[in-house]
């Protein structure tokens, strides 16, 4: 993601609690969030951007175990119902054919109401756990890159994890002032 000319990242806002926050993916740096509303009553959004010394960001989804390992997000795409899309998160890793099935203005997660929240799902298969939060929700392009259509929000807490619910590249490009970078 670009914000003006800085390059950096999103994730789910949930996942830190202040702007200004440094902010880790397991043991490694990822960077400082942003100085703008992140987990707010409408939105679950961050961005993060990067700290002295600068980080290097590449627009790469990791889709292990699955070949290729990683895909280089070369478009982004709206989302649609009944569209089939991959997922790709820490629990259960690349999971393809999560069929969307529709989309709420506005929908309860964690007693917090979200505006515009995208369903999808493949019955019977785990795709998304606590921990996934942020998860990018894609479409494979060609034989190893990708089109970004979302963040991962939430989902089941409870088996059989077979849902995720997310926000749109559309908009997460909006409510956080960014683009998404090829």
Same mark, same amino acid.
């Given at each position: 993601?670009?914000? !003006?000319?800085?390059?950096?990242?999103?994730?789910?806002?949930?996942?830190?609690? @202040?702007?200004?926050?440094?902010?880790?993916?397991?043991?490694?740096?990822?960077?400082? @969030?942003?100085?703008?509303?992140?987990?707010?009553? %409408?939105?679950?959004?961050?961005?993060?951007? #990067? =700290?002295? #010394? #600068?980080?290097?960001?590449?627009?790469?989804?990791?889709?292990?175990?699955?070949?290729?390992?990683?895909?280089?997000?070369?478009?982004?795409?709206?989302? %649609?119902?009944?569209?089939?899309?991959?997922? /790709?998160?820490?629990?259960?890793?690349?999971?393809? =054919?999560?069929?969307?099935?529709?989309?709420?203005?506005?929908?309860?997660?964690?007693?917090?109401?979200?505006?515009?929240?995208?369903?999808?799902?493949?019955?019977?298969?785990? *795709?998304?756990?606590?921990?996934?939060? !942020?998860?990018?929700?894609?479409?494979?392009?060609? /034989?190893?890159?990708?089109?970004?259509?979302?963040?991962?929000? @939430?989902? &089941?807490?409870?088996?059989?994890?077979?849902?995720?619910?997310?926000?749109?590249?559309?908009? *997460?490009? /909006?409510?956080?002032?960014?683009?998404? %970078? &090829?």
């Amino acid at each position: 993601m670009n914000w !003006g000319l800085i390059r950096g990242a999103v994730t789910a806002g949930h996942c830190v609690s @202040a702007a200004g926050k440094f902010v880790f993916s397991g043991p490694e740096f990822w960077g400082e @969030a942003g100085h703008f509303p992140a987990n707010t009553t %409408a939105w679950d959004m961050v961005y993060i951007g #990067p =700290s002295f #010394p #600068p980080e290097t960001y590449s627009a790469q989804i990791h889709t292990d175990p699955c070949c290729p390992v990683t895909r280089p997000v070369t478009t982004k795409v709206a989302p %649609a119902n009944g569209q089939a899309v991959w997922f /790709s998160g820490r629990n259960y890793l690349a999971k393809c =054919s999560v069929e969307i099935f529709t989309m709420q203005s506005t929908w309860v997660i964690d007693g917090r109401a979200r505006s515009n929240v995208w369903f999808g799902r493949r019955t019977g298969v785990n *795709i998304a756990a606590p921990t996934d939060s !942020g998860a990018p929700i894609y479409i494979p392009v060609g /034989s190893g890159n990708a089109a970004i259509v979302g963040m991962h929000i @939430a989902g &089941f807490v409870v088996a059989p994890f077979d849902q995720t619910w997310f926000h749109s590249v559309g908009d *997460i490009e /909006s409510q956080l002032g960014v683009t998404v %970078a &090829f």
